[in-house]
């Protein structure tokens, strides 16, 4: 009976939250610096339709969780999940580039590797092999393509995935055998191998659907002229979706993409400037005393005493300063002005992360809870919160919690990245703390396991969902990888963040190579003029007992340019989870 209660409760609470109210949203499309005219605004699946002005003005109204699309002839169409902050998005639109068919180029067999390399990511027809890029189109022999979206999303794996999905392949005892693909063995027929993102193996690891980017058949007789008498039953080639690890079938560790992948680091990151962001701050941090520095920020207060960005930057400035007594009273006297809205409260709950108020924090993280409880990451940050104030028991209480939302169905069980940053973290709490709330509760669902023991986890969270900008992790051989946020690079994972509730991402580095690694972050913006808030959370020695946290929180402001965020020692192998 008292499941039945709290699952009901809990559905009116979702049902609470789905009653949307319109959002009346605006805001200024451009191409460059130059606003468009005559842009189509539409709410996806609707009539409901305006165009830009002059100006590159619009206004329209818009339900959460309604898509708007921007469209503009020779422009790539821009879509927007609408949230429940969503007032304003200024739209930059950039020219539609149709990819040429008919190019000959003549030099030295540019098949080129550079040139393929460049037109990966536009063209599906061209494939990532473990011996190059290979254009299906100009190999001389068949190769049938399938392309990630196609896969049926509830297969389990890839392999049954396949299945029906390309003429002469057929599916048995988990392997795929290619019709006509070579001779037989004893009798029977070969199975393929395959080439996951340029490793052949004779076994295929488990992979998500969702991780696919492309599928590519190439039959026995063609196989073996590229691959050897190894392929003489097909090799099904697998190019997953912008993972920068590749996976050592012997060692089961994980190589450094960045490595092979030979990209160099530039040099070319600035240095953060907190005292070239904004007037007050750039005040704030001239001032020699404190008593200075009290005084510029009663002079700013008038002007911007509901500011959000003006109680968290301030907040921060007289804590790094020293000045940890006024701080406390900036936060006292104007919770009020960022405790409304998810997006400011969000970032002030980073700033009393890293100031170590975690009973303030907690606070914070519950009234987004109360806003936001369709989001997936709100149960997270809940029992992050309650573990971070010595409270064991309460955190794997909110898992369970969630875990009960996924098993009814109210949460979707889609593998998205906030839930593998959700099982891990509850796995580590039962690893490092299971006594501490398994003697008097009957708490189910937890795994003990040993995955990433002793790696450092770098988990970045950012307040504003329509945050752009670009990760580089720079190894200490001085080869960089970057993790890309952004609509032109990242449309389907910032779409699935938005309906999913999530801002965050998980990387793992292990000590298989010992030196300095840079990390840097190139702002892209938020379609609006203010500062979107990153925080940082560094674990050392996971998921062992010496595990330790650091966390850091970063305002960006600066465009386009390339800035240093942290470095630190004895950290490789990134890999995303």
């Given at each position: 009976?008292?499941?039945?209660?709290?699952?009901?409760a809990?559905i009116?609470?979702?049902?609470?939250?789905c009653?949307n109210?319109?959002?009346?949203?605006s805001?200024?499309?451009?191409m460059?610096?130059?606003?468009?005219?005559?842009?189509?605004?539409?709410?996806?699946n609707?009539?409901?339709?305006?165009?830009t002005?002059?100006?590159?003005?619009y206004?329209?109204?818009?339900?959460?969780?309604?898509?708007?699309?921007f469209?503009?002839?020779g422009?790539?169409?821009?879509?927007?999940?609408?949230e429940?902050?969503?007032?304003?998005?200024n739209?930059?639109?950039?020219?539609?580039?149709e990819?040429?068919?008919?190019?000959?180029?003549a030099?030295?067999?540019?098949?080129?590797?550079?040139y393929?390399?460049l037109?990966?990511?536009?063209?599906?027809?061209?494939l990532?092999?473990?011996?190059?890029?290979?254009?299906?189109?100009?190999v001389g022999?068949?190769?049938k393509l399938?392309?990630?979206?196609?896969?049926?999303?509830g297969?389990?794996?890839?392999i049954?995935?396949?299945?029906?999905?390309?003429a002469g392949?057929?599916?048995?005892?988990?392997e795929?055998?290619?019709?006509?693909?070579?001779p037989?063995?004893g009798?029977?027929a070969?199975?393929?191998?395959y080439d996951?993102?340029g490793?052949?193996?004779?076994?295929?690891?488990?992979?998500?659907v969702?991780?696919i980017?492309?599928?590519?058949?190439?039959?026995?007789?063609?196989?073996r002229?590229?691959?050897?008498?190894?392929?003489?039953g097909?090799?099904?080639?697998i190019?997953?979706?912008?993972?920068?690890?590749r996976?050592?079938?012997?060692?089961?560790?994980?190589?450094?993409?960045?490595?092979?992948?030979n990209n160099?680091y530039n040099?070319?990151?600035?240095t953060?400037?907190?005292?070239?962001?904004?007037?007050?701050?750039?005040?704030?941090y001239s001032c020699?005393?404190?008593?200075?520095?009290r005084?510029v920020?009663?002079k700013?207060l008038?002007?911007y005493a509901?500011?959000?960005?003006?109680?968290?930057d301030?907040?921060l400035?007289?804590?790094?300063?020293?000045?940890?007594?006024?701080?406390?009273l900036?936060?006292?006297?104007n919770?009020?002005?960022?405790?409304?809205n998810?997006?400011y409260?969000?970032?002030m709950?980073f700033?009393?992360?890293?100031?170590k108020?975690?009973?303030?924090?907690?606070?914070?993280?519950k009234?987004?809870?109360?806003?936001?409880?369709e989001?997936?990451?709100?149960?997270?940050?809940?029992?992050?919160?309650?573990?971070?104030?010595?409270?064991?028991?309460?955190?794997?209480?909110?898992y369970?919690r969630?875990?009960?939302?996924?098993?009814?169905?109210i949460f979707?069980?889609?593998?998205?990245?906030?839930?593998?940053?959700i099982?891990?973290?509850m796995?580590?709490?039962?690893?490092?703390h299971?006594t501490?709330f398994?003697?008097?509760?009957?708490?189910v669902?937890f795994?003990?396991?040993?995955k990433?023991?002793?790696?450092?986890?770098?988990?970045?969270?950012?307040?504003?969902?329509e945050?752009?900008f670009?990760?580089?992790?720079?190894?200490?051989?001085?080869?960089?990888?970057i993790?890309?946020?952004?609509l032109?690079?990242?449309?389907?994972?910032?779409?699935n963040?938005k309906i999913?509730?999530?801002?965050?991402?998980e990387?793992?580095?292990?000590?298989?190579?010992?030196?300095?690694?840079?990390?840097?972050?190139?702002y892209?913006g938020?379609?609006?003029?203010?500062?979107?808030?990153?925080?940082?959370?560094?674990?050392?020695?996971?998921?062992?007992?010496?595990?330790?946290?650091?966390v850091?929180?970063y305002?960006?402001t600066?465009?386009?340019?390339?800035q240093?965020?942290?470095?630190?020692?004895?950290l490789v192998t990134?890999?995303?989870n």
């Open positions: 009976m008292r499941k039945i209660v709290v699952l009901i809990l009116f609470s979702f049902q609470a939250h009653i109210s319109l959002n009346e949203i805001g200024v499309v451009t460059g610096n130059t606003p468009i005219q005559n842009v189509s605004v539409q709410v996806q609707s009539f409901k339709e305006t165009f002005d002059e100006n590159g003005k206004l329209i109204t818009a339900e959460p969780s309604e898509v708007l699309v469209n503009y002839a422009m790539q169409n821009v879509e927007i999940v609408v429940d902050v969503t007032t304003r998005l739209i930059e639109m950039k020219i539609k580039v990819a040429l068919k008919e190019v000959v180029v030099e030295n067999n540019i098949n080129n590797q550079d393929l390399r037109e990966y990511a536009v063209n599906k027809n061209i990532s092999t473990a011996f190059g890029y290979l254009d299906a189109n100009r022999y068949s190769i399938v392309d990630g979206d196609d896969l049926n999303p297969a389990i794996d890839v049954t995935a396949l299945r029906g999905r390309a392949v057929n599916i048995f005892g988990g795929v055998y290619i019709r006509g693909g070579g037989q063995l009798g029977r070969i199975p393929a191998i996951l993102d490793m052949v193996l004779r076994e295929l690891p488990f992979i998500t969702e991780n980017d492309r599928i590519a058949i190439i039959s026995g007789l063609a196989g002229v590229r691959y050897g008498s190894i392929a003489r097909g090799v099904v080639v190019n997953t979706i912008g993972s920068p690890i996976r050592d079938s012997e060692t089961a560790k994980n190589y450094d993409r960045a490595l092979m992948r160099i040099n070319d990151a600035v953060e400037n907190r005292s070239n962001a904004t007037g007050y701050l750039k005040e704030l020699k005393e404190n008593f200075a520095a005084e920020y009663q700013y008038l002007r509901n500011d959000p960005h003006f109680i968290i301030t907040y400035f007289f804590h790094d300063t020293g000045d940890k007594a006024f701080a406390k900036i936060l006292e006297k919770i009020n002005v960022v405790e409304r998810p997006i409260a969000k970032a709950a700033a009393l992360d890293y100031t108020e975690h009973f303030k924090a907690k606070e914070l993280y009234k987004i809870f109360i806003l936001r409880p989001y997936m990451q709100s149960y997270r940050d809940m029992a992050n919160s309650y573990r971070a104030n010595g409270n064991y028991k309460k955190a794997a209480s909110m369970i969630y875990q009960y939302l996924i098993n009814e169905g979707s069980d889609d593998n998205s990245a906030i839930q593998k940053v099982d891990g973290e796995n580590n709490l039962f690893v490092l299971s501490d398994m003697e008097d509760s009957n708490v669902g795994t003990n396991y040993n990433n023991k002793g790696e450092t986890r770098l988990f970045f969270e950012w307040n504003d969902s945050a752009e670009d990760l580089e992790f720079v190894n200490p051989q001085q080869n960089n990888f993790w890309e946020h952004s032109e690079n990242s449309s389907k994972r910032i779409k963040e999913v509730g999530y801002s965050s991402e990387f793992f580095v292990d000590g298989s190579l010992p030196g300095k690694w840079q990390i840097n972050v190139n892209r938020n379609k609006k003029s203010s500062p979107v808030y990153l925080k940082l959370t560094k674990f050392t020695n996971y998921n062992t007992p010496s595990q330790k946290i650091h850091s929180v305002r960006l600066l465009k386009d340019v390339n240093k965020l942290t470095d630190f020692d004895n990134l890999s995303v």
